[in-house]
């Protein structure tokens, strides 16, 4: 089964140690786990208002890696946050709205040009479960209503919502628009990607890790649990991956 992974960081994270957080030790770590291929975004941005500088040096570290897709990261909030879409053959931007403290609202400037230049947005819902954060550090979350009504006001923009649970994905997947997709990486619950199958089609479900954040072989064990057709392997692995992200 080939996967891109759609929801990986590389970096340092700033609250404790993680292993294999640097590129070579993430890529071997993914592989393992079945990753033929990751989008990946710079973890030094969740405390940086102005991420351009970590965005340019992640990007140039990672340009001559056919594994990763490098995916910047953009604050809306702050002036010139456009510039991070001049990102030479990026794939999507990635919003983390949570930790620089911005609302969605002040994200559709940013959004609507990226569906104008067919870049896709990453909307993440969380970094890291808020009982677990450093009590200086705000990690607002998201929800469901105001990623809806994000797409919903940018319909020629393609949204993946990364980090959010069973409960999130549903209701953003149960009557969110169909410019709205889900990535895997923090869903947990029994058989929970055959189920989320039956109740929202395969078609608005992505494969991701949260690595090295999180340990990448769950994803795997999700996708065992799944028992997955030949068909549904395909469309889940990569296909729908290469379609939203221009990857093919």
Same mark, same amino acid.
């Given at each position: 089964?080939?996967?891109?992974?759609?929801?990986?960081?590389?970096?340092?994270?700033?609250?404790?140690?993680?292993?294999?957080?640097?590129?070579?030790?993430?890529?071997?770590? &993914?592989?393992?786990?079945?990753?033929?291929?990751?989008?990946?975004?710079?973890?030094?941005?969740?405390?940086?208002?102005?991420?351009?500088?970590?965005?340019?040096?992640?990007?140039?570290?990672?340009?001559?890696?056919?594994?990763?897709?490098?995916?910047?990261?953009?604050?809306?909030?702050?002036?010139?946050?456009?510039?991070?879409?001049?990102?030479?053959?990026?794939?999507?931007?990635?919003?983390?709205?949570?930790?620089?403290?911005?609302? &969605?609202?002040?994200?559709?400037? &940013?959004?609507?040009?990226?569906?104008?230049?067919?870049?896709?947005?990453?909307?993440?819902?969380?970094?890291?479960?808020?009982?677990?954060?450093?009590?200086?550090?705000?990690?607002?979350?998201?929800?469901?209503?105001?990623?809806?009504?994000?797409?919903?006001?940018?319909?020629?923009?393609?949204?993946?919502?990364?980090?959010?649970?069973?409960?999130?994905?549903?209701?953003?997947?149960?009557?969110?628009?169909?410019?709205?997709?889900?990535?895997?990486?923090?869903?947990?619950?029994?058989?929970?990607?055959?189920? &989320?199958?039956?109740?929202?089609?395969?078609?608005?479900?992505?494969?991701?890790?949260?690595?090295?954040?999180?340990?990448?072989?769950?994803?795997?064990?999700?996708?065992?649990?799944?028992?997955?057709?030949?068909?549904?392997?395909?469309?889940?692995?990569?296909?729908?991956?290469?379609?939203?992200?221009?990857?093919?």
């Amino acid at each position: 089964m080939r996967i891109i992974d759609t929801a990986a960081f590389v970096g340092s994270w700033p609250f404790r140690p993680l292993p294999d957080s640097g590129p070579e030790a993430l890529k071997a770590r &993914l592989q393992r786990a079945g990753i033929a291929h990751a989008l990946v975004s710079p973890v030094e941005t969740v405390l940086q208002r102005s991420p351009q500088t970590a965005n340019r040096v992640w990007a140039a570290r990672l340009a001559d890696d056919p594994f990763f897709s490098f995916v910047p990261v953009a604050d809306p909030a702050q002036a010139g946050a456009v510039q991070v879409l001049d990102q030479a053959e990026a794939p999507a931007v990635r919003l983390l709205p949570g930790p620089h403290g911005y609302g &969605l609202d002040q994200a559709r400037d &940013l959004a609507t040009e990226a569906g104008r230049r067919d870049v896709a947005v990453i909307l993440q819902w969380r970094m890291i479960d808020v009982r677990m954060a450093h009590p200086d550090v705000v990690h607002r979350e998201l929800t469901a209503p105001e990623v809806r009504s994000l797409a919903e006001a940018c319909p020629d923009t393609r949204f993946l919502v990364a980090g959010a649970r069973q409960p999130e994905v549903a209701a953003v997947l149960a009557d969110g628009p169909a410019n709205l997709w889900c990535e895997l990486s923090t869903v947990e619950s029994p058989n929970v990607v055959r189920r &989320l199958i039956e109740a929202y089609g395969i078609d608005r479900l992505l494969c991701g890790t949260h690595a090295p954040i999180h340990v990448p072989e769950a994803l795997a064990a999700k996708l065992a649990a799944a028992d997955l057709s030949e068909g549904e392997q395909e469309v889940l692995g990569h296909r729908t991956a290469e379609e939203l992200f221009r990857l093919a």
